[in-house]
C-alpha cells in the first residue's frame, strides 16, 4: 500500500502494527542507548555504513515513527522532533546561517520567534530585517539583500490574524537563492502545506494542535531529505533540542484526530466569529473564515480551510478585557492553542503585560485585543459563555 496516494484522514490514522510482537499499537522505545553485537557494527553505525540506532539523542525508533508521519502530512521528504516548538525554530534557523549572513522575516511573529531572531541570532553577526506588511509580498523583495539566507514567515499571525502569501514568497527567497522557512502551526497540515507552495522547511510547535490535548511541549521541522540530513548532523545532534520517546508516542496517538479536530475546531470558529462580529460590545474580530477578513480571499486560496483562532477587538479596552478574563466560564484562562477544549488570553493583562504600552501597540496588541484558541466543545455553549461574560462588561 502506498499511504503517499491516501487521502489525508487515512494518513493520519494508519500505523503498522509492531512486527516483533503484533501488538496493534507500537510500544514506547524508552531507551537512553542501543546495543552493539559488536565492535564491526558499532564502527560501521558510527561510520554510516550501516542502518540502525545508536543513541536516542541521534534518533530513536518511537520518534522515528513521527517523523515519517510528519514528512507524509507535509508532503516532505524527512522531518525532525524537538523538545520544544523554539527548538526546532533555533535548530531550523541556525543549521543555515553563518556570521555574516542575512535573514528576512515578517514583523508579526510568536514572540519568542521575534526574541531568538532580534536578541540571539544578532550576537554572531547575523543581520534580521523585520517586514512591517508582510500582507504584501512585495515588501519581502525590498528587504532582500544578495547575503539572504532565510525569508521567515509564519501564516496566519499572531495577533490580527494576517496571512502571509506563500507562494509569492517562496519565489522571493528562491530568485535570491535563499530558503523560505513557514511555522504552519496555526494551520497544520490538514489544512494548509506549505512545501507544495515552494516552502522549504516547514515548522511546528506541536505542542499546539499536532498533539491537540495540551500534554507535551514540543516541536517539528519538515523538509527534503538534503536539507534534514545537514540539521540531523549539526544543530539537531549538537545543539541536542530534542523531543522524549514518550511525547513522541503521546504525539502518534494525538495526531491521529488531527482531521475530525480540525473540521470540529473551524465549524465552531466560524461560528462563535460571527456570534462576536454582531456583538455590540465587540469592535472587531479577526478570523481569516469571515468575509470581512482583508485576506479572506488569499485564505481560500492557499489553504483547505481556516482554523480554530480568533482574536477579537473589545471596545472598552483594557477593564473590559480584565472583566471579560474573569468573567468568563468553560474557556480556561491560559496561553497556548490548539488544544481540544477553549482557552482564551488577554495579552494586554497577561503576555504582554511588561510590554510598554507604546511596543505593545506598534505590535498591534491594544488594549482591547483578546485572543480565543477555540475548542471543539458545543458551539452554543461556547456562544452562551461569551454572551454572558461580554454582559458583564
Ligand atoms: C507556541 C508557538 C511556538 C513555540 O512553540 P513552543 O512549543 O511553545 O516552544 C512557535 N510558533 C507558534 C506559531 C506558536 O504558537
Same mark, same amino acid.
Request: proline letters at 4%; aromatic letters at 6%.
Given at each position: 500500500?502506498?499511504?503517499?496516494?491516501?487521502?489525508?484522514?487515512?494518513?493520519?490514522?494508519?500505523?503498522?502494527?509492531?512486527?516483533?510482537?503484533?501488538?496493534?499499537?507500537?510500544?514506547?522505545?524508552?531507551?537512553?542507548?542501543?546495543?552493539?553485537?559488536?565492535?564491526?557494527?558499532? $564502527?560501521?553505525?558510527?561510520?554510516?555504513?550501516?542502518?540502525?540506532?545508536?543513541?536516542? &539523542?541521534?534518533?530513536?525508533?518511537?520518534?522515528?515513527?513521527?517523523?515519517?508521519?510528519?514528512?507524509?502530512?507535509?508532503?516532505?521528504?524527512?522531518?525532525?522532533?524537538?523538545?520544544?516548538?523554539? /527548538?526546532?525554530?533555533?535548530?531550523?534557523?541556525?543549521?543555515?546561517?553563518?556570521?555574516?549572513?542575512?535573514?528576512?522575516?515578517?514583523?508579526?511573529?510568536?514572540?519568542?520567534?521575534?526574541?531568538?531572531?532580534?536578541?540571539?541570532?544578532?550576537?554572531?553577526?547575523?543581520?534580521?530585517?523585520?517586514?512591517?506588511?508582510?500582507?504584501?509580498?512585495?515588501?519581502?523583495?525590498? /528587504? %532582500? &539583500?544578495?547575503?539572504?539566507?532565510?525569508?521567515?514567515?509564519?501564516?496566519?499571525?499572531?495577533?490580527?490574524?494576517?496571512?502571509?502569501?506563500?507562494?509569492? !514568497?517562496?519565489?522571493?527567497?528562491?530568485?535570491?537563492?535563499?530558503?523560505?522557512?513557514?511555522?504552519?502551526?496555526?494551520?497544520?497540515?490538514?489544512?494548509?502545506?506549505?512545501?507544495?507552495?515552494?516552502?522549504?522547511?516547514?515548522?511546528?510547535? /506541536?505542542?499546539?494542535?499536532?498533539?491537540?490535548?495540551?500534554?507535551?511541549?514540543?516541536?517539528?521541522?519538515?523538509?527534503?531529505?538534503?536539507?534534514?540530513?545537514?540539521?540531523?548532523?549539526?544543530?539537531?545532534?549538537?545543539?541536542?533540542?530534542?523531543?522524549?520517546?514518550?511525547?513522541?508516542?503521546?504525539?502518534?496517538?494525538?495526531?491521529?484526530?488531527?482531521?475530525?479536530? %480540525?473540521?470540529?475546531?473551524?465549524?465552531? $470558529?466560524?461560528?462563535?466569529?460571527?456570534?462576536?462580529?454582531?456583538?455590540?460590545?465587540?469592535?472587531?474580530?479577526?478570523?481569516?473564515?469571515?468575509?470581512?477578513?482583508?485576506?479572506?480571499?488569499?485564505?481560500?486560496?492557499?489553504?483547505?480551510?481556516?482554523?480554530?483562532?480568533?482574536?477579537?477587538?473589545?471596545?472598552?479596552?483594557?477593564?473590559?478585557?480584565?472583566?471579560?478574563?474573569?468573567?468568563?466560564?468553560?474557556?480556561?484562562? /491560559?496561553?497556548?492553542?490548539?488544544?481540544?477544549?477553549?482557552?482564551?488570553?488577554?495579552? $494586554?493583562? %497577561?503576555?504582554?503585560?511588561?510590554?510598554?504600552?507604546?511596543?505593545? !501597540?506598534?505590535?498591534?496588541?491594544?488594549?482591547?485585543?483578546?485572543?480565543?484558541?477555540?475548542?471543539?466543545?458545543?458551539?452554543?455553549?461556547?456562544?452562551?459563555?461569551?454572551?454572558?461574560?461580554?454582559?458583564?462588561?
Amino acid at each position: 500500500m502506498d499511504l503517499k496516494k491516501c487521502k489525508r484522514e487515512t494518513q493520519l490514522v494508519y500505523g503498522e502494527a509492531c512486527k516483533t510482537t503484533g501488538s496493534h499499537i507500537q510500544p514506547i522505545y524508552q531507551t537512553s542507548t542501543f546495543v552493539f553485537d559488536n565492535v564491526d557494527q558499532g $564502527a560501521n553505525r558510527f561510520a554510516g555504513e550501516e542502518e540502525g540506532y545508536i543513541y536516542s &539523542r541521534l534518533g530513536n525508533p518511537t520518534v522515528k515513527l513521527l517523523e515519517d508521519k510528519m514528512a507524509l502530512l507535509e508532503e516532505g521528504e524527512d522531518a525532525t522532533i524537538y523538545g520544544s516548538g523554539m /527548538a526546532a525554530v533555533s535548530a531550523g534557523i541556525l543549521a543555515f546561517v553563518e556570521q555574516g549572513d542575512h535573514i528576512v522575516a515578517q514583523r508579526c511573529l510568536y514572540g519568542c520567534t521575534h526574541s531568538f531572531l532580534s536578541h540571539i541570532v544578532t550576537k554572531w553577526g547575523i543581520e534580521v530585517t523585520f517586514v512591517d506588511d508582510a500582507s504584501n509580498p512585495e515588501s519581502f523583495k525590498n /528587504a %532582500m &539583500r544578495p547575503n539572504t539566507k532565510i525569508i521567515y514567515i509564519e501564516t496566519p499571525a499572531n495577533p490580527a490574524m494576517q496571512l502571509t502569501d506563500i507562494k509569492a !514568497c517562496a519565489e522571493i527567497a528562491h530568485n535570491g537563492g535563499a530558503r523560505l522557512i513557514v511555522d504552519n502551526t496555526f494551520m497544520t497540515p490538514y489544512l494548509q502545506r506549505p512545501i507544495t507552495l515552494g516552502a522549504d522547511l516547514v515548522l511546528h510547535s /506541536a505542542t499546539k494542535y499536532i498533539n491537540g490535548h495540551g500534554d507535551v511541549v514540543a516541536g517539528i521541522l519538515i523538509g527534503n531529505k538534503e536539507d534534514m540530513d545537514h540539521i540531523r548532523m549539526t544543530t539537531q545532534k549538537d545543539i541536542g533540542g530534542i523531543t522524549s520517546p514518550f511525547d513522541a508516542w503521546l504525539m502518534l496517538r494525538g495526531v491521529k484526530t488531527l482531521a475530525i479536530r %480540525m473540521k470540529e475546531h473551524e465549524k465552531n $470558529a466560524m461560528k462563535v466569529a460571527s456570534f462576536l462580529e454582531n456583538h455590540p460590545k465587540v469592535e472587531r474580530v479577526y478570523y481569516p473564515g469571515l468575509p470581512s477578513h482583508p485576506q479572506h480571499e488569499l485564505a481560500k486560496i492557499q489553504a483547505d480551510g481556516f482554523g480554530g483562532m480568533i482574536s477579537l477587538e473589545l471596545k472598552g479596552g483594557l477593564e473590559a478585557g480584565k472583566t471579560m478574563m474573569n468573567t468568563i466560564e468553560i474557556f480556561h484562562l /491560559a496561553v497556548s492553542l490548539g488544544t481540544v477544549d477553549s482557552l482564551i488570553q488577554h495579552p $494586554a493583562s %497577561m503576555t504582554h503585560s511588561p510590554v510598554p504600552v507604546e511596543e505593545r !501597540c506598534a505590535a498591534g496588541i491594544t488594549d482591547g485585543l483578546v485572543r480565543i484558541s477555540v475548542g471543539i466543545e458545543d458551539a452554543e455553549d461556547l456562544i452562551q459563555a461569551l454572551e454572558k461574560s461580554l454582559s458583564t462588561i
